[in-house]
């Protein structure tokens, strides 16, 4: 006996993958006859369970229903944005602002300056949350799923309606086409049902259900039927053996909910970059408060000494530009047919070294299409033509004689005489359009009659592309369907050849047999099936010559080559009916079959292929190119698998191809299969990851989980594409899932990182370059941003230590951070790329960090260096001007007291001595009141300011590149042109407008002390353009390693 419903799986507890899962708890129940599946399950096939012994069991083991997981609350996510990163060091700064106006209501600033910190915590924290706000809604994409009744038998009544949550274990169901499986169901009577399994399996046409099981994997077996899956036609009974959690798709929704999805690159690279200038600002902070404290200032000014330092390390106003610059490039994205669901996988998607990609609909068109044809003709060259649209192709045919073909109402015209002696292989079709071949032969002919009557499937709308219109019929027949269409007309032979029967395709016969009535009053017996049960069936040709064992011989080598290369092969036949046997009216039996099946005439063969999207070999390439290894991962035969790979480039068709049976270690190319991941070791597994080309077929849910787990373990950064519920925990383990957006599921889609709009693996190249692009960007955005912070630490560090007057206070550090500097960091990320980023191979995650030591070097040493002796240059330029000496200011050491009232009590008997009427003027030395010395120091201060303001412009201007000079690259990004006009229009609003400059604490300033920033603007791009111009020429130098970020 095996419970059911809500228990969940036996695997250890925590444990998320779902290969575990799936092991602690398999299916086996597919191997039970009738007899003990009602032993087992203790049900009736007949009566069904009894309504008490259902309730019983239902309180037992719970409704069949998927079991939501836990959900975090909002205010601990809320929680988690106001708390985290720099937010905690800004709390602390805020916090010992308002205890000093606590206990100093005299200090106003402070209070100022811990309201500003506290609004930008929480406003920053505010739009992380927000950022992120999206809810995790995989389950939600399961409950779509699932369906919401069932037809049962219950206390010996058939066809009980009832909610699909209240089947148990060992209920008799009863499923017929267009309804949804209610539970894991074991098929014990079937009358023709198909289930669409390609949520579950990846298996693109609809499949079919029997009695009896039919091998040993229970996603292959043909007896079970699966939660949640549609039935597309027929009518079965079953037994359910699983329900809720147990089934194969909850035990698929468990994962994919529970799995934890690994931390993204940006997430790293942001962490550790918060714990550096943590660091370096707690570090700071504290030493100089001890110092402070130590020369034997008051502590409340060593506090507001720390605070200011932490202030000037920390940059506010990074987070939001990271977000709004990864927000930018999603746009961009979205342009591209790429919709990012999290931002901050868009660098991760940049640094991917291996793509998983999934085969139908992401490289293939999901459109099976005829692509071979196999018939007897005369004299053949079997040359293939270029056709005008790229991968079309026909043969071209070089022969003489009458020939015959299908007219517009399907009636044969005329007959040639023929060499039937061999088949000839014609690629009739490959692409996107049909191409009418130049071939009228009367087995082309015959061919194309046949794939157009004896087929079921109709346009459900005849405009747009023939090869894009819907249809109502399975894939096989919707292919034959656009074939004929494109080369006679379909409608006008249907309605000249009324179908009178019809033997209905089975899994047993393995053939579909229609009867037409022909316009000469005569019938037509036309079949189409498995070439093995068709050719065993004929005895001629369409000419009347006998089919003997060589020709039979030849079309099976040739379907052979074309099954071998994954295609599957359709023959055809037909029997035109005496009408002396068969007369008008003639009343014929498809159950008793009272025509002949047997002693017919062999048409030919089509071969039928969903075939690759004509971007993606390029696409593949340019991957490769890239460093990234493409990896086809998919559900369907090896034999498909591999052809498919093959023709997109993800397989050479030089390279030597080994499998795990004959492992050859010269081999670059690996096939492996599902079963045999199961089985692997990591000897085994070392040996596959290790190879150039790799294609892993029939593969199930856990498997695709375990093939991406096993990249991740060996150091690669992996998407994951997928459409059905069976990738879903894939695409949440992946470092970026991506999803298909046209033919994706719901769960798939709410699994995803990233949604493919036209599900065209073509796009992911492009969010690759995306991806790359804005990890360079970003980069530019940081060392611009930080280059700042030494013109607004130094101040603090020379006011503590050289006793000088503060040269930029708190908030004019604040109005740097949020105000001048953020459109500008945020414009980087419309920068163009330097390089062709495709090129080059994917960044080294231990290496190539988005900040390293390189960079802080050039930010804080190098550059920053240069904004500060600016900054301080027209600070003493302008204190010079207004009669305060230099060589005064740092001999007399007043400048912690500076900005005190007279009054107080450390300025009684001090004299801030100053030069009256101008140092140049020899003017007479005075004693400075408060109210100048206070002006003085204001205007000072906005020099100081306006003068990192002038070099953080030319700042921005020389990290457009990081390699390349200036004059090689571009002035296209008009926003952050637009951001240097805004850097410098709000420096002038901050220093004249009337009120904001109060606010601010800035002095309107006579132009002239504009002056002393530009010629370090000069120097800093002659610099910056000498450093790149070394890094190049000598990329082994000293300089390169020193100063290459």
Not at 83 to 101: H, S
Not at 409 to 417: E, L, N, P
Not at 604 to 619: N, Q, W, Y
Not at 927 to 940: D, I, P, Q, V
Request: proline fraction near 5%; aromatic fraction near 8%; hydrophobic fraction near 45%.
């Amino acid at each position: 006996m095996v419970s059911c419903g809500k228990k969940k799986p036996t695997a250890e507890d925590g444990e998320k993958d779902l290969t575990k899962k799936t092991a602690a708890n398999p299916i086996f129940e597919h191997a039970w006859p009738t007899p003990q599946a009602e032993k087992e399950l203790s049900t009736s096939v007949t009566t069904g369970l009894t309504t008490a012994e259902a309730e019983q069991r239902l309180a037992r083991d719970g409704p069949n229903a998927l079991t939501p997981p836990p959900t975090t609350p909002w205010w601990v996510n809320l929680g988690k944005h106001l708390l985290g990163g720099f937010a905690l060091l800004l709390w602390a700064g805020g916090i010992l602002c308002f205890i000093v106006y606590a206990i100093d209501q005299t200090r106003l600033p402070e209070f100022y300056l811990g309201v500003v910190l506290v609004v930008v915590v929480v406003v920053t924290g505010l739009f992380g949350y927000w950022q992120d706000s999206k809810a995790d809604a995989v389950l939600a994409g399961f409950l779509k799923l699932t369906p919401q009744q069932a037809i049962v038998v219950r206390d010996g009544n058939e066809g009980v309606e009832m909610d699909a949550t209240k089947l148990v274990k060992g209920d008799v169901v009863i499923m017929s086409g267009g309804q949804k499986v209610p539970a894991d169901v074991l098929v014990i009577e079937c009358q023709g049902l198909k289930v669409d399994n390609s949520s579950l399996t990846g298996e693109s046409l609809p499949q079919k259900r029997g009695v009896g099981q039919s091998d040993e994997l229970p996603h292959e077996t043909h007896n079970i039927a699966f939660f949640g899956t549609q039935c597309t036609e027929g009518l079965a009974k079953g037994i359910v053996i699983r329900c809720g959690d147990d089934t194969f798709m909850g035990q698929i929704a468990t994962a994919a909910v529970e799995g934890e999805k690994p931390q993204t690159q940006m997430q790293i690279e942001l962490n550790r970059f918060i714990l550096i200038i943590t660091a370096i600002a707690v570090v700071l902070g504290l030493v100089f408060f001890g110092i402070a404290f130590a020369l034997g200032y008051d502590w409340v000014v060593a506090v507001i000494f720390m605070i200011g330092i932490i202030v000037a390390n920390v940059p506010e106003g990074l987070l939001v530009t990271v977000t709004v610059a990864l927000t930018i490039t999603a746009k961009n994205m979205a342009a591209k047919n790429v919709l990012v669901k999290n931002v901050e996988t868009i660098e991760t998607l940049g640094a991917v070294t291996v793509i998983c990609s999934d085969k139908t609909g992401t490289l293939t068109q999901n459109r099976m299409t005829v692509r071979h044809a196999i018939y007897s003709q005369e004299t053949f060259t079997a040359k293939i033509s270029k056709m005008d649209h790229p991968g079309d192709a026909t043969p071209e045919r070089r022969d003489s004689g009458n020939h015959l073909s299908a007219g517009e109402d399907g009636v044969i015209k005329k007959m040639s005489s023929l060499d039937l002696s061999r088949p000839a292989l014609h690629a009739v079709h490959y692409g996107t359009k049909f191409r009418s071949p130049t071939d009228t032969s009367l087995e082309f002919g015959l061919l194309l009659r046949c794939a157009g009557l004896c087929n079921h499937a109709k346009f459900t709308d005849k405009k747009g592309p023939l090869l894009q219109r819907p249809t109502n019929g399975d894939a096989s027949e919707s292919a034959l369907l656009k074939f004929a269409t494109s080369h006679m007309g379909v409608d006008s032979a249907r309605k000249g050849n009324p179908e009178i029967a019809c033997v209905p395709f089975n899994s047993t016969q393995k053939f579909m047999a229609t009867i037409h009535e022909q316009a000469t009053g005569r019938y037509l017996l036309l079949m189409k099936g498995a070439p093995e049960k068709i050719i065993g069936r004929c005895s001629r040709l369409v000419n009347g010559t006998p089919f003997d064992e060589d020709q039979k011989r030849e079309f099976a080598n040739a379907q052979m080559e074309l099954a071998a290369n994954g295609e599957r092969v359709l023959a055809f036949a037909q029997l035109e009916l005496s009408s002396k046997d068969f007369p008008k009216g003639f009343k014929f039996d498809v159950e008793e079959k009272n025509f002949p099946l047997e002693g017919l005439q062999f048409i030919g063969m089509l071969s039928l292929e969903d075939p690759p999207r004509e971007e993606v070999p390029k696409a593949v390439q340019e991957c490769q190119n890239a460093g990234i290894k493409v990896v086809m991962v998919t559900g369907d035969h090896p034999l498909t698998a591999k052809s498919i790979a093959q023709q997109v480039g993800i397989i050479d068709f030089e390279a030597v191809v080994t499998n795990l049976a004959e492992p050859n270690p010269d081999a670059t190319a690996v096939v492996v299969t599902g079963p045999e991941v199961d089985e692997l070791t990591d000897e085994q597994w070392d040996f596959i990851l290790s190879r150039k080309q790799i294609v892993f077929a029939r593969t199930l849910p856990q498997q695709k989980q375990r093939i991406v787990a096993e990249f991740q373990n060996r150091d690669h950064v992996v998407a994951v594409t997928g459409d059905g519920v069976n990738d879903s925990p894939a695409l949440k383990k992946a470092d970026v899932g991506i999803a298909m957006g046209v033919t994706g599921s719901e769960v798939a889609k709410d699994a995803a990182d990233m949604i493919l709009m036209d599900d065209n693996f073509a796009s992911i190249v492009k969010g690759v370059e995306e991806g790359r692009l804005i990890f360079d960007n970003l980069k530019k955005s940081i060392v611009y941003t930080l280059e700042s912070n030494i013109p607004e630490i130094i101040p603090f560090l020379a006011n503590i230590m050289l006793r000088i007057p503060l040269a930029l206070t708190t908030i004019m550090i604040l109005a740097i951070d949020l105000g001048t500097d953020m459109l500008p960091a945020i414009a980087f990320a419309y920068e163009t790329a330097e390089l062709n980023i495709m090129k080059r191979k994917p960044r080294d995650r231990t290496r190539d960090r988005l900040v390293t030591l390189q960079l802080i070097g050039v930010s804080y040493l190098q550059i920053g260096m240069i904004q500060a002796f600016a900054a301080y240059t027209a600070f003493f330029w302008v204190l010079n001007d207004f009669g305060f000496q230099t060589s005064n200011l740092m001999t007399q050491q007043q400048g912690v007291t500076w900005d005190n009232p007279d009054s107080d009590p450390e300025n009684l008997n001090t004299c801030y001595r100053f030069i009256e009427g101008g140092v140049a003027d020899g003017g007479i030395e005075r004693c400075a009141g408060f109210e100048y010395r206070n002006l003085a120091l204001r205007t000072a201060q906005s020099a100081h300011f306006v003068a990192t303001i002038v070099c953080q412009v030319a700042g921005g201007i020389i990290h457009k590149t990081r390699f390349l000079s200036q004059l090689q690259h571009n002035w296209k990004n008009a926003p952050l042109n637009v951001g240097f006009a805004e850097e410098l229009l709000l420096c002038c609003a901050l220093l004249y407008i009337p009120g904001m400059n109060d606010v601010f604490g800035f002095e309107p300033m006579l132009l002239e002390y504009w002056w002393p920033g530009w010629p370090f603007f000069v120097l800093t791009v002659v610099y910056d353009e000498w450093r790149k111009w070394w890094c190049r020429k000598f990329p082994k130098s000293l300089v390169y390693r020193l100063g290459f970020f």
